[in-house]
């Protein structure tokens, strides 16, 4: 049964810090997805990490995939106080050939909160 | 832009009722599912579709069950609402998407029913 374990589950920061979200996983996979929700509010995709050694970037956030290490980052560099949200990574063990096969496993969620 | 709709961003039920959640995808995707999300537990799937009257088991649907008549919609019910089903659902829809070098199933998700089941 794969999991997915991110830590920290609670990130308390202040703005112009930088700091890193772990995301683990227990089994292979190269498709490992990164999602942001704000309170109150359903998830929206950040970035998609398709194949050992991805980086993507977005403003202040950038993610990595280590497959081998079956771990993902999302770093954050020089936070502020917009970017105070729940991340989710999420893995998809599945192969997209098989169908209805596909679905993701969701990590616990890590709450940051960036203080002015 | 993917847009996925649920019915109610509100719900409360009382204990025993059957309650229906409804979710709405505008973008042919092939694929549904239904979530579950509590604090600490991060999201849990219930149920999912990958076409029109299939459905599979998640790794929770103890309580809950599904309909898929329509490929745009895909129903979540709780054919007798229980206190520990309170909870925020989310609905979510994917189709394979080719990225250039990789197939993925990427999920967009409904803005999310918080029910209240006393």
């Known amino acids: 049964e794969l999991k997915v374990e991110q830590n920290p589950l609670f990130l308390s920061m202040q703005e112009g810090k930088n700091y890193t979200i772990y995301c683990n996983y227990s089994t292979t996979s190269d498709r490992l997805y990164w999602y942001r929700q704000d309170p109150g509010k359903s998830l929206e995709s950040l970035f998609v990490l398709l194949s050992n050694g991805a980086v993507k970037q977005e403003g202040r956030l950038m993610a990595s995939l280590d497959t081998k290490a079956r771990l993902s980052t999302l770093h954050i560099t020089a936070a502020v106080h917009d970017l105070s949200a729940t991340y989710f990574c999420?893995?998809?063990?599945?192969?997209?050939?098989?169908?209805?096969?596909?679905?993701?496993?969701f990590g616990q969620g890590t709450r940051l909160t960036i203080n002015p | 832009d993917v847009k996925v709709t649920q019915s109610s961003r509100y719900l409360v039920k009382r204990t025993g009722e059957k309650v229906f959640l409804e979710c709405v995808q505008d973008?042919?995707?092939?694929?549904m599912f239904w979530y579950r999300q509590d604090p600490g537990l991060g999201l849990r799937l219930i149920y999912f579709s990958y076409d029109v009257k299939m459905k599979e088991k998640g790794d929770i649907p103890e309580g809950y069950s599904v309909s898929r008549e329509k490929k745009e919609r895909f129903s979540l019910i709780l054919e007798s609402a229980s206190t520990n089903q309170t909870s925020m659902y989310l609905c979510a829809s994917s189709s394979l998407e080719d990225r250039g070098f990789l197939w993925v199933y990427e999920q967009y998700f409904g803005p999310g029913t918080r029910l209240t089941v006393t």
């Open positions: 973008m042919d995707h092939e694929n």
């Open positions: 999420a893995v998809d063990p599945s192969q997209p050939s098989i169908q209805g096969a596909q679905k993701l496993v």
